[in-house]
């Protein structure tokens, strides 16, 4: 597979592709899935263009950014998942997303636990955070499956909140 990042037993994540953009645009398009992300509000095409250059400047930079995550058994792209550092912030921040038909496969765990594994090894990365809205209890339960503790409650100036988790090279896993 063209730029394998690493294996897992169901997965493979590799490098973003151009040829990834209708992937791309299948779960960040997706107005149920994104309900989450960000704003809320889904992806246009020429925002997923946007996505792979942002990723190529971050690879190019740092070494890493946001990958495809391939089911070994079909060879699909059943999402994404990715180190990143949002609005220049200076810790590495893991996000994921996968198409909805995946979703409750376990494969988002999966797939964060041996990022942040690959993070560390490969690019020494020794702490990692990640954030979630309060009520995605979903997110919660991935983010800590995956080996991440459940952080502080941040209060935004907009009145909302984030919560945020933090995993540790070298520090016992957290149990789901």
Same mark, same amino acid.
Not at 131 to 154: D, F, I, M
């Given at each position: 597979?063209?730029?394998?990042?690493?294996?897992?037993?169901?997965?493979?994540?590799?490098?973003? =592709?151009?040829?990834?953009?209708?992937?791309?645009?299948?779960?960040?398009?997706?107005?149920?899935?994104?309900?989450?992300?960000?704003?809320?509000?889904?992806?246009?095409?020429?925002?997923?263009?946007?996505?792979?250059?942002?990723?190529?400047?971050?690879?190019?930079?740092?070494?890493?950014?946001?990958?495809?995550?391939?089911?070994?058994?079909?060879?699909?792209?059943?999402?994404?998942?990715?180190?990143?550092?949002?609005?220049?912030?200076? =810790?590495?921040?893991?996000?994921?997303?996968?198409?909805?038909?995946?979703?409750?496969?376990?494969?988002?765990?999966?797939?964060?636990?041996?990022?942040?594994?690959?993070?560390?090894?490969?690019?020494?990365?020794?702490?990692?955070?990640?954030?979630?809205?309060?009520?995605?209890?979903?997110?919660?339960?991935?983010?800590?499956?995956?080996?991440?503790?459940?952080? =502080?409650?941040?209060?935004?100036?907009?009145?909302?909140?984030?919560?945020?988790?933090?995993?540790?090279?070298?520090?016992?896993?957290?149990?789901?």
């Amino acid at each position: 597979m063209p730029h394998l990042l690493f294996e897992t037993p169901r997965l493979q994540v590799r490098r973003l =592709e151009d040829a990834d953009l209708d992937a791309l645009l299948a779960v960040y398009g997706d107005a149920e899935a994104m309900r989450w992300v960000g704003d809320g509000r889904p992806l246009d095409r020429a925002r997923c263009e946007e996505w792979l250059a942002v990723t190529r400047r971050n690879v190019a930079t740092r070494g890493y950014g946001m990958c495809a995550v391939v089911e070994r058994a079909s060879g699909a792209v059943v999402g994404f998942c990715g180190l990143v550092h949002p609005g220049g912030e200076t =810790e590495a921040e893991l996000k994921y997303a996968l198409r909805r038909e995946h979703w409750g496969r376990g494969y988002a765990s999966e797939a964060a636990a041996a990022l942040l594994a690959h993070g560390a090894a490969a690019h020494g990365l020794r702490r990692v955070v990640a954030t979630a809205a309060p009520g995605n209890l979903a997110s919660h339960r991935v983010l800590l499956k995956a080996g991440l503790t459940r952080g =502080e409650l941040v209060r935004h100036d907009d009145g909302s909140f984030t919560q945020r988790f933090e995993w540790r090279a070298g520090a016992p896993e957290a149990a789901p």
